[in-house]
């Protein structure tokens, strides 16, 4: 059985999920998380991002995080492995989308965003963030400049930016399904990807890595939302974090520890249970 904290001869990996965990849902600051990224670069532990952000938003924010460790982008449709950051014979049996300097990208969602704006564009009450100026995307979303055309740079799903007609009109869920894609839903929007792949199946090849290469590793995942239940239905250690509103979202899930701290600081109160205390 797996008991907190972690003791110190276990291995531990950590996903956690984004906007609304690790940094706040509606600044996009990461600065009540500070302190809990020192303690897992003290312990080294790695941080894997699985969010429904892009390559390029992720990419930045190891950057500013200062976090060396393969991440899951898009709610699961591709993994990023930092190149050398694994022994090449172990590297997952996937389809190469693309070759970054930095980055080898593994795609598992069935197809990349051509087809998904084909079916969009049949519906025009349905708008994504590709469909809406750059003032109109950062009404919805807060976001300005260079880290507006991060959100946009999407390459297997689509994010939209009103979700009711979305959710309530049979005719393009139907044309969703038959072209192999579903919604999930995050945070604040609802987001359109493959039906193949989430959070969870991506989340599974990337453990499944992880055991080759460390020695009885001991998974925790950390989230906030709906779309990220198959991410922690995955871990050892399954932490829910409240959101800003003082609520939980519906996530059941036996086992589930939740925050009494909202955001970045249930990120932090996860994190100091995960290495040093008990949550109750």
């Not at 531990?12 to 940094?23: A, H, N, Q, R």
């Not at 303690?39 to 500013?64: A, D, R, W």
């Not at 965003?113 to 049949?122: G, M, V």
């Amino acid at each position: 059985m797996i008991t907190l904290p972690v003791r110190n001869d276990q291995s531990l990996v950590l996903f956690t999920d984004l906007d609304g965990t690790l940094i706040d849902h509606h600044t996009y600051s990461y600065r009540r998380s500070e302190q809990a990224l020192k303690e897992l670069e003290i312990h080294h532990v790695p941080l894997v991002f699985c969010s429904s952000k892009t390559y390029s938003e992720q990419v930045y924010l190891q950057q500013q995080m200062s976090v060396d460790a393969p991440f899951i982008i898009e709610n699961g449709s591709a993994l990023v492995i930092p190149k050398g950051y694994f022994p090449s014979e172990i590297l997952p049996v996937l389809p190469r989308y693309i070759d970054t300097e930095k980055h080898e990208v593994f795609a598992l969602a069935h197809t990349d965003t051509s087809a998904l704006h084909q079916i969009i564009k049949r519906f025009p009450a349905v708008r994504g963030f590709s469909d809406v100026s750059d003032a109109e995307l950062s009404l919805h979303t807060g976001l300005h400049g260079e880290a507006l055309l991060r959100a946009r740079d999407r390459w297997f799903t689509e994010t939209l930016v009103e979700t009711p007609e979305a959710k309530n009109t049979p005719e393009f869920l139907n044309a969703l399904a038959v072209s192999g894609f579903s919604t999930s839903q995050g945070g604040r929007f609802l987001t359109i990807q493959s039906a193949s792949t989430n959070k969870g199946v991506a989340v599974r090849h990337l453990m499944s890595i992880f055991r080759q290469t460390t020695s009885s590793p001991v998974f925790a995942a950390i989230g906030d939302s709906p779309n990220d239940l198959p991410m922690l239905n995955c871990a050892d250690i399954a932490f829910q974090v409240r959101r800003a509103d003082g609520n939980y979202a519906q996530i059941e899930l036996d086992g589930l520890r939740r925050t009494s701290g909202t955001g970045p600081a249930g990120f932090e109160e996860a994190v100091q249970s995960l290495l040093h205390s008990r949550l109750k």
